[in-house]
């Protein structure tokens, strides 16, 4: 088993900057690919950012050029910076991960406001 405990999320104003941190816990070893999702009110959850365990990056295009995911594969951390903060950021994120035997687990989520 996997625990996943988001921190970092709060308010900020439009162009504003937070960071988004992600510990794992319990059976880290079999992890690979680490995510950060997000679902606003009234709308699915959509796939942010993802890391694989070599580095390798991908972003959703309304987030590209402003959101930074990284990772620590010693700690087993994920975090997400996130600039140039827009008002349709506002959201629950979640962090996602998934291990070599394709598991999914999720962190509980933790709300991002930006006001404009």
């Known amino acids: 088993q996997v625990q996943l405990v988001e921190s970092g999320g709060g308010s900020a104003r439009a162009g504003g900057s937070l960071r988004l941190s992600c510990a794992a816990s319990?059976?880290?070893?079999?992890?690979?690919?680490m995510s950060w999702y997000r679902q606003a009110p009234g709308k699915q959850r959509e796939l942010v950012a993802v890391?694989?365990?070599?580095?390798?990056?991908d972003y959703v295009d309304s987030v590209k050029g402003r959101f930074t995911i990284s990772r620590d594969n010693a700690k087993l951390t994920v975090s997400l910076q996130m600039n140039s903060l827009k008002p349709e950021d506002t959201a629950v994120y979640y962090c996602?991960?998934?291990?070599?035997?394709?598991?999914?687990?999720w962190g509980q989520g933790i709300q991002v406001t930006v006001s404009s």
């Open positions: 996602h991960a998934q291990n070599i035997w394709a598991a999914e687990y």
């Open positions: 319990g059976s880290i070893f079999s992890l690979s690919t």
């Open positions: 890391i694989t365990t070599s580095g390798t990056t």
